[in-house]
């Protein structure tokens, strides 16, 4: 794919202290300004991926990889994170990795800086994310007084003003509560809009995801088993139902239908359930 | 029973988290507890427990202040299982980890072993009693920490957002163990934003906003109210905007396909 932002060919890995490989040939190519949500069981190997395509394994993280993972033109097998500085932008499943400083507003200015950006643009970054995700009540804060929930708000809003052009989220929404987890989404919509952003996000709960989400792959004891848009992965009813993922609630409610005789189309956004189930 | 009457709550030297609340639940409810980040959730499921104490107002377990009623009286009342289960967790070995608490109440040594195994049994965590907590998984953590607290057989289980972290299989399979613990009679308060997965398994919901109940009513009925969660900040899911559009009686999955089928059988 030429306008491809992020290609992995046949990649495995594994963890210094894995007996086996996590991922097992593992292909995947996604787009320029498109968003991807992995799905599969704990252990599946969703981070995994996420911390090969980011550079971090084995670099930062120990281990062993084998096969292509190109991001934004640079080969990351070779260059390891140090080639995506400014690229690529992960924010973890647990926030405690990364919140490291003592005031938010250090925290949100922290990868703007270290990028050498002039004060100015720094401070108009950190304004827009302040704004996106509605972070003023917390600016002068030490990041370590705020919940689990905040926490993770404010990891991602420091991933973000780096403005990297791939985005890699570990479950981006577990500590989120209703409110934050529209403005993430929301944010990331914007970015993927306006700048291009490409995004890669585990997710379990994907309902929200998929309304901004162009293509799920959904992944079992680290292969990919099932791979489209979101209309496609759902419409296999028994594939969703064998690999535990969960499906959006409008596609429930037609499998239910479904099992009752009806013969229905499977909707995944809540605009198609309305055609669908012809309200 | 548990019985709130005008309950205020003040950190020290912090804001004041709630603010005058009066709620009672009464045996075998299962209840779930939804706000926002910061709306006081927490901080009500620690005044239930009994592990923080009102600054005004009163709460009273089966007629028991929490003020002056001894934690190890209230331990084996009601039972919370912190948000995060690393929080809990410190011995050595599983069956200490569970033990703990039956030790500190002089259970017979003999009947300790029969206890933890029942209790882990109970959350599905197959593992040999001398295994390290340490080296669980964040979801074996979790059903760890819930076990801890069955070992003691309080009468109230209060879970704190237990399906952080959880996958889908291990969500269904949590909230089907504490609907079991409920039909077997235990009461159930469970905090959490999933609110479909509490559509389809709590018979009421409290909604907690900033530090005061913005409602309090039967789970199919809050959660059907779109119109209230869009005032309030949350966002309805898909099963909700549906029940609420079919006017069905709860915004589940099979409530939904019900009222439609029905809808297009007549038609």
Known sequence: ?279 | MIKLEKVRFRYPNGPEAIKGVTLSVEDGEFVGVIGHSGAGKTTLAKLIAGLLKPSEGRVLVDGMDTRVTPASVLARKVGYVFQNPETMLFSATLLDEVAFALRNFGYPPAEIEGRVRAALEKVDLQKPLNASPHVLSFGEKRRLAIACILAMDPSVVVLDEPTTGLDYARCLSLFNTLSKLNKEGKTVIVITHDTDLLARFAKRVVVVEEGVIARDGPAGEVLSDIDFLRAHGFTPTQLQVLASKLKAPAPTASAVSETLARAWRLS
């Not at chain 1, 190997?45 to 084995?58: D, N, Q, V």
């Not at chain 1, 577990?174 to 919509?189: A, F, N, Q």
């Not at chain 1, 809009?193 to 309902?207: C, K, N």
């Open chain 1, 1 to 279: 794919m030429e306008s491809s932002s992020v290609v992995v060919k046949d990649l495995y890995a594994k963890y210094a202290v894995s007996e086996s490989w996590v991922l097992k040939s593992v292909n995947l190519a996604v787009g320029k300004a498109r968003m991807l949500v992995l799905m599969g069981p704990s252990g599946c190997g969703k981070s995994t991926l996420l911390y090969a395509i980011a550079g971090l394994l084995p670099w930062v993280v120990p281990g062993e990889i084998k096969g292509e993972v190109v991001v934004e033109g640079v080969d990351v097998t070779r260059s390891g994170y140090r080639g995506l500085a400014g690229v690529v932008g992960i924010v973890y499943q647990n926030p405690e990795m990364q919140v490291v400083t003592r005031s938010v507003y250090e925290e949100l200015a922290m990868a703007p800086e270290n990028l050498g950006l002039p004060k100015e643009e720094v401070l108009r970054r950190v304004e827009w994310v302040v704004e996106a995700l509605d972070l003023g009540r917390y600016l002068d804060r030490d990041p370590q007084s705020l919940s689990g929930g905040e926490k993770q708000l404010i990891a991602i809003a420091s991933v973000l003003t780096m403005r990297p052009r791939v985005l890699l989220l570990d479950e981006p929404t577990s500590m989120l509560d209703h409110k934050g987890t529209r403005l993430v989404l929301e944010t990331v919509e914007q970015l993927k809009r306006e700048h291009g952003l490409t995004i890669i996000a585990a997710e379990h709960r994907v309902e929200w995801a998929v309304e901004v989400a162009d293509a799920v792959a959904v992944m079992s004891d680290g292969s990919i088993v099932m791979e489209g848009s979101p209309e496609e992965v759902f419409s296999r009813v028994e594939d969703v139902e064998r690999y535990g993922v969960r499906p959006p609630g409008a596609a429930e409610v037609a499998y239910e239908l479904r099992k009752r005789g009806f013969e229905v189309r499977v909707p995944v956004r809540l605009k198609a359930a309305h055609e669908v189930f012809k309200l």
